[in-house]
Structures are given as C-alpha cells and as structure tokens.
C-alpha cells in the first residue's frame, strides 16, 4: 500500500485565491511526522511545513498551513492568498519515527500547482 | 552559501560506464540522505548515513550503487556499469539530531542521463 498519497495531479488556482492541495497517508506507527516541501522547476526540494502525529494544532506557517484530520488520515496543504511564484510541484511526505533507525521520508507522487494571473 | 551542495548538477553517460556523484552536507548536521527521484514520481529512499556509519539501505540500492561518508562530512554515491533505467535525479539531504520533527534539507541534485 502506498504511504503518502495525492491525487491531485494538476491544480490551478487564480492570483490572490486559496488553494488546499490534498494529502492521505497510511501507517501504523503512533509517532510520525507530516511534511509538505515545494519543488520548483529548479530541481530542489524545498521545505514548506511540518505536523507532528501528536501536535494539538494544525501547524501553520506564513501562508502555509496544514489541515491535519488525523481520524481520516489527511494532511492537507492549505495556501491563502496565492503567488505566481507558488507555481511548482507540491510534495507530501511522512516519517514514521518507529520504523527504522533512517527516519527516511516517504514522499507522495506530488501535485504541479499552477497560479494564474 | 551553507546549504547542501551536490556535484555535478549534470551528467551524461553511455551505458556501462561508471558514475560518482558528491554531496556536501551542512557542516554541522550528522545524517545524510540519498534519494532517487525518476521522471513524474517524488524521491525515493536509496540509503541513510549516520556521521560516517551507513546504517539503512533501500532495496532500490542494487549492488551496482555504492556510497560511503568516510569522515562523516561529505558522501559520495557511485553507480557501476550504468544502464538507462538509473537516469534520473539524485538528491542528497542532511538533518541534525533524532527529533522526527527534524527537517531534511536538500541539495539541488545531480541529473544523470544515461545513453
């Protein structure tokens, strides 16, 4: 099964507007982490937002935040107020703190998010 | 720049030849990443080091593919005999510390197109 899915795999979204790109997981480790990083045309991976299994609140940052629905499993990414430079590919990622000496991430197939002027 | 750093960027190989990619961590993190990453998928896990101990490897490692972190700063990946089905980006991540919470850090990534 896999770990991190998205289906979404294009979204468009108008300048200014909201845009929540989806995110389902599956594990069974109590302890894990949720990421979100922002891949540009560039190549490199950058890192948006982070939600811990156990953390209370929904983690925000900037204009970042995540709807963290934990009974359903989903970790969505929630972008307010949306740039021509937000246009990239969105990645979804989980660590599972129990599993492995790695903490590797777990990435999902990713969702292309393009902002139109 | 105190981010991570990959070398080449780029390379082009012919089938069968042998590849070395390097990675510069940031200074002070202790655990360095590879991950793979083919046309349209997200990264996959290839192999994780500990300062200078390498202490998971993925399946996708097959015996071709060899790195090391010989004194827990830079790493190095290798691919024998390369064939087409290993082009792709390779991205190297360094963190710091244990905490799931950490974040990974990636380097731009070197593109291998294997002909």
């Known amino acids: 099964a896999q770990k991190i899915t998205q289906t979404q795999p294009g979204m468009f979204v108008q300048e200014k507007e909201a845009v929540t790109l989806d995110c389902t997981y599956d594990?069974?480790?109590?302890?894990?982490?949720l990421f979100w990083y922002k891949q540009p045309s560039s190549g490199e991976m950058i890192f948006l937002i982070y939600?811990?299994?156990?953390?209370?609140q929904n983690a925000t940052e900037g204009r970042y935040s995540l709807n963290f629905q934990k009974a359903r499993k989903s970790a969505n990414l929630v972008i307010s107020a949306s740039q021509l430079g937000d246009s990239a590919m969105y990645f979804c990622a989980m660590r599972e703190a129990s599993v492995s000496w790695a903490n590797n991430l777990f990435f999902g197939t990713g969702t292309r998010l393009t902002v139109i002027p | 720049d105190t981010g991570v750093s990959q070398n080449p960027r780029h390379k082009i190989t012919k089938r069968g030849q042998n590849v070395t990619f390097r990675c510069d961590p940031i200074?002070?993190?202790?655990?360095l990443y590879w991950y793979r990453q083919t046309l349209g998928q997200g990264p996959e896990f290839l192999t994780y080091?500990?300062?200078?101990?390498?202490?998971?490897k993925s399946r996708l490692l097959s015996d071709r593919f060899s790195a090391e972190r010989p004194k827990g700063s830079f790493s190095t990946l290798e691919i024998q005999r390369t064939e087409q089905g290993d082009s792709a980006m390779y991205l190297c991540?360094?963190?710091?510390?244990?905490?799931?919470?950490?974040?990974?850090?990636f380097g731009p990534g070197t593109r291998l197109t294997v002909l």
């Open positions: 594990t069974s480790d109590p302890s894990y982490g």
């Open positions: 200074s002070e993190h202790n655990r």
């Open positions: 991540a360094s963190s710091l510390g244990q905490d799931s919470s950490n974040e990974q850090f």
């Open positions: 080091f500990q300062n200078e101990a390498q202490l998971e």
């Open positions: 939600q811990g299994s156990y953390d209370q």
